[in-house]
């Protein structure tokens, strides 16, 4: 079983024209349009990983009794593709997360797709829908792999059968008035993963006992939730979707910090690349454990100088104030701040080729 899938290539006889592409690129937003194409490869026991291909952009029939639909068995990815300096294409850093959706296949017991057709997979979609791949400053692709259960059946137990699937969808500018700080809520009611649980695995079921949390930040005027662990209900995780960090002290002297993966945090590749980088700037570093009471005191004393979140959506956005049932208070003078918009700048210019990559983190398609 290791000779290598052969994708079957089916491209679209009515890619959108040329004209309503550039209409759709001219203000992207994120997530809301989708390319021509997609990539599909199907699992089942016995078989293994067959039929690989690329087809036109189009829904799926579903059975009702879908396990997927049931008992959630779902996970995804999410990586972007940069347009470099010499008009060609690159992902950044995809064999990690072909990495990480082998780990979360594994912990939902599922299949895990070898490393090699998870970036092949990619590439293709992006070879054919070059055209999708957006130019402007801080715009990119947006690359969502994905896989769940295809089986028919309530029996509860591993399905037998799942999809795989790429799609793409352009992205725009996350902040294109200029980077604005969030405002977060510190979840003291819901948590989002506990030990044992699924919160290193990126599966839709995290997402979905996500929401009901992020709608309480809401309701307290806070942009998004900040998540704290299961056991103390004190220990900092994640904020929504995104890893967090915390720079101690200014100036040469600054810290960078973030909170351990303790096995309840989802390790974010955006989360592992800026310890790189910060350590490559000359920073300290380090991984941490931090509890609400420090973060409040740090920011009450000093210590604490800056706050921010990162992830692949929006890179790196700080975060200026933070609310919870006993308190609320700013971060540093509440606007972005120097170490933030620095390493944001940073990994961005890597990203676009803009920059020296002495890691090799780009994966070049194009
Ligand atoms: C995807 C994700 C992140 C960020 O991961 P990146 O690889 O940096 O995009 C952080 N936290 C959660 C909960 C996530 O699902």
Redesign the pocket.
């Known amino acids: 079983m290791t000779t290598p899938l052969a994708f079957d290539l089916k491209p679209s006889a009515q890619p959108l024209s040329d004209e309503d592409r550039a209409a759709v690129l001219a203000a992207p937003g994120f997530g809301r349009h989708f390319t021509d194409h997609m990539v599909t490869i199907r699992w089942s026991e016995g078989r293994g990983w067959h039929d690989a291909r690329l087809q036109p952009y189009a829904p799926l029939q579903m059975d009702p009794a879908n396990m997927t639909l049931h008992y959630a068995q779902s996970i995804f990815e ?1 990586l972007k593709a940069y347009r470099q300096p010499d008009g060609g294409v690159a992902t950044f850093r995809p064999e990690e997360n072909a990495r990480r959706f082998q780990r979360s296949a594994r912990r939902l017991a599922m299949p895990e797709l070898p490393e090699e057709t998870f970036v092949e997979a990619i590439d293709l979609l992006i070879r054919q829908d070059e055209a999708w791949v957006p130019s402007e400053p801080e715009q990119s692709l947006y690359l969502r792999p994905f896989m769940f259960a295809t089986e028919v059946g309530l029996g509860v137990r591993p399905a037998n059968e799942y999809l795989f699937m790429v799609i793409a969808s352009p992205a725009g500018a996350y902040f294109p008035g200029g980077v604005k700080p969030v405002s977060v809520w510190l979840s003291e009611e819901y948590v989002r993963a506990a030990p044992g649980g699924t919160g290193e695995a ?1 599966c839709a079921g ?1 997402y979905a006992a996500s929401l009901v949390a992020q709608a309480e930040a809401a309701q307290h005027g806070c942009d998004q939730v900040v998540w704290l662990d299961a056991v103390e209900r004190r220990w900092i995780e ?1 904020m929504g ?3 967090l960090y915390f720079v101690e002290g200014t100036g040469d002297d600054a810290r960078v910090l973030t909170p351990e993966l303790t096995g309840t945090l ?1 390790p ?4 592992l690349s800026l310890l790189k980088i910060a350590e490559d700037l000359g920073y300290a570093t380090g991984e941490i454990r931090l509890t609400k009471d420090d973060w409040r005191q740090g920011n009450a004393d000093g210590s604490i100088s800056e706050v921010f979140a ?3 959506a929006a890179v790196i956005t700080p975060v200026g104030s933070v609310k919870s049932t006993s308190a609320s208070w700013t971060v540093g003078d509440g606007g972005p701040g120097p170490l933030t918009t620095l390493l944001r700048q940073k990994l961005l210019a890597v990203q676009s080729g803009l920059a020296p990559d002495p890691h090799g983190w780009l994966h070049r398609v194009l």
Do not use: S
């Open positions: 999410g990126k995290n994640e979707g995104m890893n989802l974010g590749i955006t989360r990162c992830g692949t």
